[in-house]
T-cell receptor, first 113, second 114 residues
Framework: QKEVEQDPGPLSVPEGAIVSLNCTYSNSAFQYFMWYRQYSRKGPELLMYTYSSGNKEDGRFTAQVDKSSKYISLFIRDSQPSDSATYLCAMGVRGGSQGNLIFGKGTKLSVKP | NAGVTQTPKFQVLKTGQSMTLQCAQDMNHNSMYWYRQDPGMGLRLIYYSASEGTTDKGEVPNGYNVSRLNKREFSLRLESAAPSQTSVYFC?????????????FGPGTRLTVT
C-alpha cells in the first residue's frame, strides 16, 4: 500500500460547480497536510496547509482533514476555468526528517466555461 | 523576491553528456530539495540538503550528484546522462514553522536525453 493515494482523474466539471479532491494515507504519524496547485508546465504552488483535524477555509477553498479516517480533502466552491490545474496533496511528520514531504501523484482538474 | 529560480529552463543532452542544473533561493531558507516529475509517477525526491554543508539521498539518487554551494544555492549534476533521466526537474526550498515545513518550488527544468 502506498503511503499516499490520490485519484489521478482527470476530473472535468462545469464552471460554478463545487469540486472535491481527496487523498488517503496510511501513515498515522503524518501531522501536517498541504495542498499544492500546479498549472501546466509550471512548478507546484503552495495553496493551503493545515496541522489539525477539521476544516480550514481560504476564500473559495476549504481544506478538510480527518485524521481518524486518514483522509484529507480540498473543496473548491464556485469553480472557475482558472482553477484548471493539477492538485497535489502532501503531508509530513512534525519535526521529521529535514522537512521531507510525501506527495500524492496529483489529480488533474478541468473546469469548463 | 524572486523566490526559487532554476536554470536552464530547457535542455537537450545526448546520452553520456554531463550537465549541472542550478537552483537558487532568496528566502533565507535552510533546507533545499531536488525532485524529478514524470507522468504517472508524481514528484520523486532525488536529494535534499537540510542545511548548508549537508546533503542526503532521497528516493531516486542514482545517476545524480548534488552540491550545496552556500545557503542560497543547490546544484544537481548528471555525470553521464541516460534517456531514463528525461524528466522535469524541480528545485524547492523550505521554511520550518513550529516543526512543520512548507516547501516552495521553482519553475522547473525540462530535460530531454536522446
Amino acid at each position: 500500500q502506498k503511503e499516499v493515494e490520490q485519484d489521478p482523474g482527470p476530473l472535468s466539471v462545469p464552471e460554478g460547480a463545487i469540486v472535491s479532491l481527496n487523498c488517503t494515507y496510511s501513515n498515522s504519524a503524518f501531522q501536517y497536510f498541504m495542498w499544492y496547485r500546479q498549472y501546466s508546465r509550471k512548478g507546484p504552488e503552495l495553496l493551503m496547509y493545515t496541522y489539525s483535524s477539521g476544516n480550514k477555509e481560504d476564500g473559495r477553498f476549504t481544506a478538510q482533514v480527518d485524521k481518524s479516517s486518514k483522509y484529507i480533502s480540498l473543496f473548491i466552491r464556485d469553480s472557475q476555468p482558472s482553477d484548471s490545474a493539477t492538485y497535489l496533496c502532501a503531508m509530513g511528520v512534525r519535526g521529521g526528517s529535514q522537512g521531507n514531504l510525501i506527495f500524492g501523484k496529483g489529480t488533474k482538474l478541468s473546469v469548463k466555461p | 523576491n524572486a523566490g526559487v529560480t532554476q536554470t536552464p529552463k530547457f535542455q537537450v543532452l545526448k546520452t553520456g553528456q554531463s550537465m549541472t542544473l542550478q537552483c537558487a533561493q532568496d528566502m533565507n531558507h535552510n533546507s533545499m530539495y531536488w525532485y524529478r516529475q514524470d507522468p504517472g509517477m508524481g514528484l520523486r525526491l532525488i536529494y535534499y540538503s537540510a542545511s548548508e554543508g549537508t546533503t542526503d539521498k532521497g528516493e531516486v539518487p542514482n545517476g545524480y550528484n548534488v552540491s550545496r554551494l552556500n545557503k542560497r544555492e543547490f546544484s544537481l549534476r548528471l555525470e553521464s546522462a541516460a534517456p531514463s533521466q528525461t524528466s522535469v526537474y524541480f528545485c524547492a526550498s523550505s521554511v520550518s514553522r513550529q516543526g512543520s515545513y512548507e516547501q516552495y518550488f521553482g519553475p522547473g527544468t525540462r530535460l530531454t536525453v536522446t
